[in-house]
Every structure is written in structure tokens, then in C-alpha cells.
């Protein structure tokens, strides 16, 4: 993706080639910075404070997290302190402990002294890796766009999409934005919804920041304008992300996302999800019982921070002192309420035979539901 006319990824090596830098996303939208990551530390800093977020992208940042523990001591012993201390960062993106699980797996029947250099071979390619996944959900995933189009003659698609699905939440593309990227680069006309996405406003703060920079037409609202605009036809199709997506089709997402999915519903609105493969936890059946749901900071929902007309950045309180704060992270949308969903192998009923049809080599391994 372009910013300000420069290619940019979320996360790359640095020019000494052992350290790692990404683009701190705390201070988006209203300054554009680079953090240093040089130790397994600074990588499980990042991962839990959300200077990194969005599944995919959590799951390369602890890719290249295992390589900076390696540089520092290949050993058995810190290889399993690493994976312990990443994973312990955040308990519900699942492509966290795909990522881990896969770095430890290659790297234990390498000798120590060649660890270092096979850590960093294969971060690269996990990075490599999200970026095809990406490119083939937007390759999918535009011929729902496509057809909308046509259906309305060529006209404006407005797609309604929640949270931070974009660029910043991977390697590249994004997998909500990437069929909506496609789109606008072959000359469709789309308009993008934007949920704010309280608390954190991962969508007024990022998804619209990053729509701005490729130029794609959009529009801030509320968390609870999207059902206003279903009923009065504003909406074509939802497209919203995943965290961790059950074997049978139940989705995890950003808090608010069940709630979209029921004004869709209601609505005859199509809801799609754009799925990674890695996202996709084939060890559960319910989502609603077997995911567990982070629950963060209270601070999250009582503070805001934001710029002033002055021009400096500010945080402020926004409740009553004294008053408690619940701050649940994530929702489960049930696959009774999803359209589809779009993964880089082709668009799939949300079932467990829909995902089994596009993955067969990987089984269930409880009882389906």
C-alpha cells in the first residue's frame, strides 16, 4: 500500500537486516511512525499494547519475534520461553498461536547454531505467505463486487465494513479491503461505510486513514448507523474481518460485529467474511462456547484520545469517575448469519463441508455441529 506515494508494509527488516520495524499503529491517524524492534521483548510489547493488531498481522510480528529471541539464544530452553511469552500477548486472534506453533515446529530439528538464520528464512516467508493469502481473497472476493455492480447497472456498491480488516491488520492488502482495493484499482465505483469501532476506533482511526491514502471513496459512521442505513437501502453488502473462525463457520470478530450481522440479516443484506486460512481454528465447533473473548483495559472505553483544534494530541476521560467499565474485545457471529466466506482458495458456505470443500486436507477434529 501507498503512503503519500511510498510503498509501505506494516512490518519489514531493517537495513541491518536483524532488526524489525513497523508502523506504530497507536498513533494513527494523526502521525505516521516507525517503531524498532530489536528482542523478543519489544515484539511481545507491541503485540499486546497494539503498536501491531489485526490476526494476521500479530501472527507475522511473532514470526519475526521467535527470529529476534534466536539472534539472542537459540537454545531449546529459550525457544519455548519465547513461544510461551508471545503467546501469552493476546488470548483470541488465533493466527498468534498458528504462527508460533509453525516457527517452533521448523526451528527444533535445526541445530542451535543454525537457528538464527532459519528463524529469520522462514519469518520472512510466513510475511510472504500473507500477502498471497491477501492478494487471493481480493481475487475471490471482487466478484461479489463485481456482481453487485452489474446487478445495479453499473452504479455505486456501498460496502459496510467494521473494524480494522485493512492493510494495517496485515502484511499487505488486507483481507475485508483487499477485494474492495481490487475493486476501486479495476475501475469500479464502491463507497466504503466505515464503523468508527468503539473503543479503540479502529475503523475512524485506521480503516478510514488507510482508505484515504489509495483513494478509495468513504465515509465515517457510528457504530449504530448501520442498521439506519440497511433499512433505507444504503447498504449493498457488509465485508468485515475475522480473528479466529471456527470449523464449522462461526466468526470471531471485533465486538459489534454479531450485531451487524443481525441488521444484515434482517435486512437481506449480504454478510460476508473475509477468512485466512491461518484464521481458521479446526480444533473448535462453537464459537460461542469454545472461543475465548479478551477482555482488555477499561481504560480503553473511558478514554479517548484524539487532536484539538489547538493541533495537539490529547486524551481525555469520557465517563463519570467511579463508574465501572466492562471492555470485551471480540463477538461471535453464529454461521446461521453468514453469507459466505471469502478465503484465498474461493468463497465457501459458512459450514463445516463449505470450509472442507476448499481445505480438504485438514480435518475437524471435534464433532461438527
Not at 225 to 237: F, K
Request: aromatic share 6%; glycine share 10%.
Amino acid at each position: 500500500m501507498n503512503v503519500d506515494g511510498t510503498p509501505f508494509r506494516t512490518i519489514w527488516r531493517s537495513d541491518d537486516g536483524w532488526s524489525v520495524e513497523i508502523i506504530d499503529q497507536t498513533k494513527l491517524p494523526h502521525a505516521f511512525e516507525t517503531l524498532r524492534l530489536c528482542d523478543v521483548g519489544d515484539a511481545a510489547r507491541a503485540i499486546r499494547e497494539m503498536e501491531v493488531r489485526g490476526a494476521p498481522l500479530i501472527g507475522a510480528t511473532a514470526a519475526y519475534g521467535v527470529a529476534l529471541a534466536m539472534r539472542e539464544d537459540a537454545s531449546d530452553t529459550h525457544l519455548q520461553t519465547c513461544y510461551e511469552t508471545l503467546l501469552a500477548t493476546r488470548p483470541t486472534a488465533v493466527n498468534l498461536r498458528w504462527a508460533l506453533d509453525n516457527m517452533r515446529a521448523y526451528l527444533l530439528p535445526i541445530a542451535a547454531p543454525d537457528r538464527e538464520a532459519a528463524a529469520y528464512a522462514r519469518a520472512v516467508e510466513i510475511n510472504d505467505e500473507d500477502v498471497e493469502i491477501n492478494r487471493g481473497i481480493g481475487k475471490h472476493g471482487v466478484e461479489i463486487i463485481r456482481a453487485l455492480s452489474e446487478a445495479k447497472g453499473g452504479g455505486r456498491v456501498n460496502i459496510l465494513t467494521h473494524c480494522n480488516a485493512g492493510w494495517l491488520a496485515t502484511v499487505d492488502r488486507g483481507t475485508a479491503t483487499s477485494p474492495i482495493y481490487e475493486a476501486h484499482d479495476r475501475g469500479m465505483d464502491v463507497h466504503v461505510w466505515v464503523d468508527e469501532t468503539r473503543p479503540r476506533n479502529q475503523g475512524a482511526s485506521l480503516t478510514a486513514w488507510e482508505l484515504g491514502r489509495h483513494g478509495v471513496p468513504h465515509t465515517v459512521i457510528v457504530d449504530n448507523a448501520g442498521g439506519h442505513l440497511m433499512q433505507h437501502g444504503q447498504v449493498d453488502v457488509c465485508i468485515t474481518g475475522t480473528d479466529r473462525t471456527t470449523g464449522t463457520g462461526d466468526v470471531c470478530n471485533k465486538i459489534g460485529t454479531y450485531l451487524k450481522a443481525l441488521a444484515a440479516h434482517d435486512n437481506g443484506v449480504p454478510f460476508y467474511v473475509a477468512l485466512p486460512s491461518p484464521t481458521i481454528d479446526w480444533t473448535l465447533s462453537d464459537g460461542v462456547a469454545e472461543i475465548p473473548i479478551e477482555q482488555r483495559d477499561g481504560v480503553e472505553v473511558s478514554e479517548m484520545t484524539g487532536r484539538t483544534n489547538g493541533g495537539n494530541i490529547e486524551t481525555v476521560r469520557i465517563v463519570p469517575d467511579g463508574s465501572p467499565v466492562a471492555n470485551y474485545a471480540f463477538d461471535v457471529t453464529p454461521r446461521r448469519l453468514v453469507t459466505g466466506l471469502i478465503t484465498e482458495r474461493g468463497v465457501a458456505p459458512a459450514s463445516a463441508d463449505g470450509l472442507a470443500a476448499l481445505f480438504p486436507e485438514r480435518v475437524l477434529k471435534k464433532g461438527s455441529a
